[in-house]
T-cell receptor, first 111, second 115 residues
């Protein structure tokens, strides 16, 4: 079993839809949870960074962490074609030195 | 947000030559930098962790003599792919942070194509 599981998709939605992206993990000791957005042939861009369980909102993006279920989610409201990218979840125990990445979910938002 | 600059963004080279990729933190001091490799439609694969002033720590299966990493200052790390071969063709990405509990920021990546 991989430490971090993420459905690679692809996921295609119409513009304006609510997008739900998810990851599960096996190591209950993970403390830091991140979501990155990666456009084709570019480096990942940090979208959300959370330390504890619960929700964190930033504009159209909401990150949710459920440590009891070992499950994290990223919600995108009012999705736009510019949101089309690969979304990577990442998590770590102590910080950057042991970060683990999901496989990434390819999202396409159609106009 | 913090900026990490990576150059070149793409490079084509002949088999047997060496290629150097630079990673710079522009507005913060990066005590640690990371180097990844990414194949198409796959996630990031950590190659090595680079700490300023010390030897890099390589992940299992990564040849340290082939992928030379130098982290000579708090703002610059370099990855040199020595005697590159077609199987080394990949997308290489660096990342940097100001400390183990600081946010991690990525460079824009380097697409290496070895002919």
């Amino acid at each position: 079993q991989k430490e971090v599981e993420q459905d690679p998709g692809p996921l295609s939605v119409p513009e304006g839809a609510i997008v739900s992206l998810n990851c599960t993990y096996s190591n209950s000791a993970f403390q830091y949870f991140m979501w990155y957005r990666q456009y084709s042939r570019k480096g990942p861009e940090l979208l959300m960074y959370t330390y504890s369980s619960g929700n964190k909102e930033d504009g159209r993006f909401t990150a949710q962490v459920d440590k009891s279920s070992k499950y994290i989610s990223l919600f995108i409201r009012d999705s736009q074609p510019s949101d089309s990218a690969t979304y990577l979840c990442a998590m770590s125990l102590l910080g950057n030195n042991d970060m683990r990445f999901g496989a990434g979910t390819r999202l396409t938002v159609k106009p | 947000g913090a900026v990490v600059s990576q150059h070149p963004s793409w490079v084509i080279c002949k088999s047997g030559t060496s290629v150097k990729i630079e990673c710079r933190s522009l507005d913060f001091q990066a005590t640690t930098m990371f180097w990844y490799r990414q194949f198409p439609k796959q996630s990031l694969m950590l190659m090595a962790t680079s700490n300023e002033g010390s030897k890099a720590t390589y992940e299992q299966g990564v040849e340290k003599d082939k992928f030379l990493i130098n982290h000579a200052s708090l703002t610059l790390s370099t990855l040199t792919v020595t005697s590159a071969h077609p199987e080394d063709s990949s997308f290489y990405i660096c990342s940097a942070s100001g400390g183990p509990n600081e946010k991690l920021f990525f460079g824009s990546g380097t697409q290496l194509s070895v002919l």
